[in-house]
């Protein structure tokens, strides 16, 4: 091998320029280390050669009197210096990667091309010994001549430097310019890629993009603002309104207790009062459920209040049905019993109150009622390993107490009352006659039985702890 590149210099020289190039398009991205190794051993190995045999970068290239040995040495020179800023901005950037990461890669780019001016300037002033001054004055004045003409393109790196510096916004971070709403897929010397939630891509120059109003949704990293507003019959009492949106609210358990969610009137007209629930949940993906949960909970007790949505005529329906009637009419268990059946089964319920903090139904406990939520929210409890936790809250038409009355079965459950709660009592007397007849509400209530039960299994297994393994060099660092 050594005696191939002694032989036969300025042919070797080359096969391993092809060699760093070859090998560097075949190794994966995953190895990157071993690309950056590759490459330092095929450059120190170029540069051994070319020192060697008298090719030296520093200065003009030997054999003169004989042309094309003379050319071929000087090519071989000037790809030196170039190779050497390669290696060495690909030694940089992979630094740099472990540092920034890719919120750097503008500074990368950058620093690499004044290496490479570096380089060129370099083999220009040592191995073409031409005049530098006078390359550099007339690279002045023709930088002038391209500055001008690069003007918006210029204006967008600089403004890419600012943003990189300054850090608005970063590498998958979901933001807002100028109102247009996306996650951060790529930030490059002239652009902002963004990714829209409809997977289109948007281009924002940087130039523009350091002018505009940015909003920033992904910071704090742990909390995100949601909020929804909600278009009110204008003949209901703001008070009612409120509390019934106050009562939604606390029935989703994603909103963060701090900062605390709120309930506002934010205008009113002849036409509807305009209502907002606003708050904050832990990560981006949880808002569009957040979201949707929020108004089909609003919805909810918002009917339970007897408040229109979107009208301006107020509802008689409450007027002309009773409590309970209404109730069945809006609880999907009991919605496909006849009118007859729903007015004989209305006659039957009992309303019970419960103050916030009041016990329902303890866990384990076997029901002979069932409770149907008429208004309030209901924390649902389980225990794991002797600790309990909230595994959920029920709001209007949920019912609490299935498993005694089809089978005698008590859940792991704990019912209490989140908030002042109204709930219909249904005794089992009455009730078990009446699901044999109607095996549509059997079958409903059976399958609503099993899921909880399920889900209340799943809820309470025990999580396996997972061993962490212990090495010489975890206990070196240890005393360290």
């Not at 890419?160 to 608005?168: A, D, F």
């Not at 019959?233 to 605390?260: F, I, N, W």
Request: hydrophobic share 45%; aromatic share 6%.
């Amino acid at each position: 091998m050594l005696s191939l590149l002694t032989n036969h210099p300025l042919i070797s020289a080359l096969v391993l320029i092809l060699i760093d190039l070859g090998l560097w398009r075949l190794i994966s991205a995953n190895g990157s280390n071993w690309k950056l190794v590759v490459r330092l051993v095929i450059f120190a190995l170029f540069s051994i050669l070319l020192f060697n045999e008298g090719m030296n970068p520093l200065e003009p290239a030997p054999w003169a009197d004989n042309v094309p040995l003379h050319l071929a040495a000087t090519g071989l020179q000037i790809g030196w210096w170039l190779f050497g800023a390669r290696t060495l901005t690909v030694l940089i950037g992979a630094v740099m990667m472990q540092r920034v990461g890719h919120t750097g890669r503008l500074l990368q780019d950058l620093l690499g091309a004044v290496i490479f001016l570096i380089a060129v300037i370099a083999a220009l002033a040592y191995v073409l010994e031409l005049p530098v001054k006078g390359v550099l004055a007339t690279s002045g004045a023709l930088a002038i001549i391209v500055g001008l003409a690069l003007q918006s393109t210029l204006s967008d790196v600089f403004s890419g430097i600012v943003l990189n510096t300054t850090k608005p916004y970063q590498l998958d971070d979901w933001i807002s310019i100028d109102g247009t709403e996306g996650r951060v897929t790529d930030i490059d010397w002239r652009a902002t890629r963004l990714q829209t939630s409809q997977g289109s891509m948007v281009v924002i120059p940087n130039s523009l993009a350091a002018k505009a109003k940015i909003i920033n949704f992904s910071r704090p990293s742990d909390m995100f603002g949601v909020s929804i507003s909600l278009q009110l019959s204008p003949h209901a009492r703001p008070q009612t309104v409120l509390d019934a949106l106050e009562r939604a609210m606390q029935g989703c358990r994603y909103l963060l207790s701090k900062p605390a969610p709120s309930v506002a009137l934010k205008g009113s007209s002849a036409s509807g009062v305009e209502y907002e629930i606003s708050g904050f949940v832990v990560s981006m993906d949880q808002k569009r459920m957040v979201r949707n949960l929020l108004f089909d909970l609003a919805y909810r007790h918002l009917q339970a209040s007897g408040v229109s949505l979107l009208s301006s005529v107020e509802s008689n329906a409450s007027a002309v049905l009773s409590r309970p009637r209404a109730l069945l009419d809006s609880s999907n268990m009991f919605s496909t019993l006849r009118q007859e059946e729903k007015d004989t089964f209305s006659q039957n319920m009992t309303l019970q109150t419960f103050r916030a903090g009041d016990m329902i139904l303890p866990a384990g406990e076997v029901s002979d009622h069932l409770f149907i939520i008429e208004s309030g929210v209901v924390s649902v409890q389980l225990s794991r390993g002797g600790v309990k936790f909230e595994s959920g809250r029920m709001g209007p038409g949920e019912v609490i107490g299935e498993g005694g009355i089809l089978s005698d079965t008590a859940l792991p459950a704990e019912f209490s009352a989140k908030t002042a709660c109204s709930l219909y009592r249904i005794e089992k007397d009455y009730l078990k006659p009446c699901l044999d007849a109607r095996h549509d509400i059997s079958e409903a209530m059976t399958a609503l039985l099993d899921f909880r039960l399920h889900k209340a299994q799943a809820l309470t297994q025990e999580v396996p702890k997972v061993v962490v393994k212990k090495g010489f060099l975890r206990w070196l660092r240890s005393r360290a």
